[in-house]
């Protein structure tokens, strides 16, 4: 057995040229770890959703949020943002009194990740983000409806809903 301390393990290894077959083994590690993660995260919310209506998940940039709240400045009551994904715009909306706040999600993983940081900002119990099909959610009742969403699904809900709601929509 031998008695080689860490160190030494290290610096023979630092030595040690990678060669081809050590490229190969961090190449299949690599691209096992991002199929690892689109099939985790991003790929449950695309089961159940026709390919034309399928949307990625791309997160609301901080100057996205403030245009999304400068436009809906002046408004009251609640607020349903559809396709919420992390929760962000959500979270944001009821920091500026819209209440309720609700967020509809597909993907499992961003509706779990939309609620930690919304315990994280201390607005647990207080917004609630929903894993549901948007197309049953019944949304009479809310005036102000946030989309980021694909334009044949945007198209299909301002049919159903433009009489009634201000639409804020992003692409």
Request: proline content about 5%; hydrophobic content about 45%.
């Amino acid at each position: 057995m031998d008695d080689d301390t860490p160190d030494e393990v290290f610096a023979e290894l630092k030595s040690r040229p990678i060669g081809g077959w050590g490229v190969a083994q961090i190449a299949a590690g690599t691209g096992l770890a991002v199929y690892a993660m689109w099939a985790g995260i991003l790929q449950p919310g695309f089961r159940k959703v026709p390919l034309k209506l399928q949307v990625p998940y791309i997160p609301a940039s901080r100057a996205q949020v403030q245009n999304v709240m400068t436009l809906l400045r002046g408004r009251q009551g609640g607020l349903v943002d559809l396709g919420s994904g992390d929760g962000r715009i959500v979270l944001e909306a009821h920091r500026r009194g819209f209440s309720p706040a609700v967020g509809y999600e597909l993907n499992p993983w961003l509706v779990r990740l939309a609620r930690f940081y919304a315990w994280r900002a201390g607005h647990h119990g207080k917004v609630s983000y929903r894993r549901e099909d948007l197309w049953k959610v019944d949304l009479t009742k809310c005036k102000n409806i946030t989309v980021f969403l694909a334009p044949s699904v945007v198209s299909n809900i301002l049919n159903i809903y433009m009489s009634f709601v201000l639409f804020i929509m992003g692409k």
